[in-house]
């Protein structure tokens, strides 16, 4: 049961990267192409897609150190705190 819950957790981490890109790009594809059917300049929505490619790396960039920051202060704390209960330890056995 313990494993079917870190396959449902890494699914649900790999599909959130997937929305973290995709929906930048296609929010400003669509709105360059709507923008440029405005302004009758078909090639506007090259440069938004740019910008959405853009928007979606520095997401996932940003849900990535989102993710391994926990992690690296939790193992400081996991250390720390087994200093802490071995020290206490010692000054009972004293």
């Not at 993710?67 to 720390?80: G, L, V």
Request: charged share 20%; glycine share 6%.
């Amino acid at each position: 049961m313990k494993n079917n819950k870190e396959v449902v957790q890494s699914f649900a981490m790999i599909m959130q990267f997937g929305i973290n890109m995709l929906v930048p790009i296609l929010a400003c594809t669509l709105f360059g192409a709507w923008l440029g059917e405005k302004l009758t300049i078909s090639w506007l929505a090259i440069p938004f897609f740019v910008i959405g490619a853009l928007a979606g790396m520095r997401n996932v960039f940003l849900f990535a150190r989102r993710i391994y920051q926990p992690a690296k202060h939790a193992d400081k704390n996991h250390s720390s705190n087994i200093e802490e209960k071995e020290q206490a330890d010692v000054k009972k056995t004293e």
